[in-house]
C-alpha cells in the first residue's frame, strides 16, 4: 500500500540558509499535519492542511511557511536557518481530517543546521 | 490544554520480561482518541494501537496489550516476553481537535531498552 513519502529525507544546510521540505500524502487523503521532533524531544505539531486550505496552527516560528498544493502535496518552507532548527520533521496524511482513522506518518526528513 | 505525561523517562529490562509503560492524560474534551507509537533508532514513527474515549475495552495484539481506564484517565501499554527488538522510544498521544483536524498531543516518551 502507498505510503506518506517525505523528501529528502536527509538534509544539511548553513545556518541562514533556506530549506523545502516535501511531504507527498497517501492519495484520497485531504489532511496534511507537519510535526517537528528536536533531539530527544517528543514530535510538536506545526500547522495542518485540510482540502489545501490551512486548518490550525501550532508552535511554528515566523520564519517557516507551508502550503498545501493542489495535488495535495505539501512543503515546509524554512528561511534563515537556525542551529535550533536541527530536528526530524515529519509529515502525517489521514483522511476525513483524522476522524475515521489514524494519521498515517512519513519516515521524517532529517534536518541538520550547521 | 491536553496533556500528556509518561512519567517513566527510561526503562531498562531483561529479555522475557514483562514491561508496563505508564500513560496519563488530560482533555475535556468528552470525545477524544488515545495511541501509542513506538520509535525505533532508526527514526520512524510506527503506529501501534488508536482507541476511542469510548471504547473501555482492554486490547491484546500478540504481546501488546493495552488498558484504558477512563476513571483514573490512564492508558497504559504492556510488553509481555519482551524482547531485543522492542528496545525503542515509546510515546502516548492524545488527538485534539481543533480547526477541524485531529492533531496529536504527544508525551515526553518512554524510551525501553531491552538486554539480551
Known amino acids: 500500500a502507498a505510503g506518506v513519502i517525505q523528501s529528502p529525507r536527509h538534509l544539511i544546510k548553513e545556518k541562514r540558509e533556506t530549506a523545502t521540505l516535501k511531504c507527498y500524502p497517501i492519495p484520497r487523503h485531504d489532511t496534511v499535519y507537519w510535526y517537528q521532533q528536536g533531539p530527544g524531544q517528543d514530535p510538536q505539531f506545526l500547522i495542518s492542511?485540510?482540502?489545501?486550505?490551512?486548518?490550525d496552527k501550532g508552535s511554528i516560528p515566523d520564519r517557516f511557511s507551508a502550503q498545501q498544493f493542489s495535488d495535495y502535496h505539501s512543503e515546509l518552507n524554512m528561511s534563515s536557518l537556525e542551529l535550533g532548527d536541527s530536528a526530524l520533521y515529519f509529515c502525517?496524511?489521514?483522511?476525513?481530517?483524522?476522524?475515521?482513522?489514524?494519521?498515517?506518518f512519513g519516515q521524517g526528513t532529517r534536518l541538520t543546521v550547521v | 490544554a491536553q496533556k500528556v505525561t509518561q512519567a517513566q523517562t527510561e526503562i531498562s529490562v531483561v529479555e522475557k520480561e514483562d514491561v508496563t509503560l505508564d500513560c496519563v492524560y488530560e482533555?475535556?474534551?468528552?470525545?477524544?482518541?488515545l495511541f501509542w507509537y513506538k520509535q525505533p533508532p532508526s527514526g520512524e514513527l510506527v503506529f501501534l494501537i488508536r482507541r476511542n474515549s469510548f471504547d473501555e475495552q482492554n486490547e491484546i495484539s500478540g504481546r501488546y496489550s493495552w488498558n484504558f481506564q477512563k476513571s483514573t484517565s490512564s492508558f497504559n501499554f504492556t510488553i509481555t516476553a519482551s524482547q531485543v527488538v522492542d528496545s525503542a522510544v515509546y510515546f502516548c498521544a492524545l488527538s485534539e481537535a481543533s480547526g477541524g483536524s485531529e492533531k496529536l498531543v504527544f508525551g515526553k516518551g518512554t524510551k525501553l531498552t531491552v538486554n539480551p
Open positions: 502525517a496524511s489521514s483522511p476525513d481530517r483524522g476522524r475515521r482513522t489514524e494519521a498515517f
Open positions: 492542511f485540510y482540502e489545501k486550505m490551512q486548518s
Open positions: 482533555t475535556r474534551d468528552t470525545t477524544y482518541y
